[in-house]
C-alpha cells in the first residue's frame, strides 16, 4: 500500500522557519521525483519545489527561491522542505507527491501519482 506520509507543519511567526518532512511507503522511493506542493484556502494547488530521483536536480518556484530547500535520502524514504523567512503568504496546507516521469520533472500537480494528507502550515504576521 503506498503510503505518503507529511509531518512538521504548524504555526509560526512571519520570518520563522519550519521543516516538513515526508515519509514514503509502498513503493521503490529512489524511483521516483518527489515535489512539494500547497494550497491555500479559496486557491487552487501550487507546485512549491521538486527533487530528481538522486537529489542532483532540484526546482524551485519562484515565489519561494532563496527561502526554501527541498532535500531527500533515497534510505531513509523521505523528502524534506526546509522553509525559512516565513511569510504569511506561504500559509497553506503543504503536501508531498511522487512521480516517475521518463525525463525531468513536472510542477502540474496532475502529473504526479502518489499523494500525501498534507500538513497545515500558518504563518502569523
Known amino acids: 500500500q503506498v503510503q505518503l506520509v507529511e509531518s512538521g507543519g504548524g504555526l509560526v511567526q512571519a520570518g520563522g522557519s519550519l521543516r516538513l518532512s515526508c515519509v514514503a511507503s509502498?513503493?521503490?522511493?529512489?524511483?521516483?521525483?518527489m515535489g512539494w506542493f500547497r494550497q491555500a484556502p479559496g486557491k487552487e494547488r501550487e507546485f512549491v519545489a521538486a527533487?530528481?530521483?538522486?537529489?542532483?536536480?532540484?526546482r524551485y518556484a519562484e515565489s519561494v527561491k532563496g527561502r526554501f530547500t527541498i532535500s531527500r535520502d533515497n534510505v531513509k524514504k523521505t523528502v524534506y522542505l526546509q522553509m525559512n523567512s516565513l511569510k504569511p503568504e506561504d500559509t497553506a496546507v503543504y503536501y508531498c507527491?511522487?512521480?516517475?516521469?521518463?525525463?525531468?520533472?513536472?510542477?502540474?500537480?496532475?502529473?504526479?501519482?502518489?499523494w500525501g494528507q498534507g500538513t497545515r502550515v500558518n504563518v502569523s504576521s
Open positions: 527533487i530528481s530521483r538522486s537529489g542532483g536536480m532540484i
Open positions: 509502498g513503493f521503490t522511493f529512489s524511483n521516483y521525483v
Open positions: 507527491a511522487a512521480d516517475r516521469p521518463p525525463v525531468g520533472f513536472a510542477v502540474e500537480a496532475s502529473l504526479y501519482d502518489y
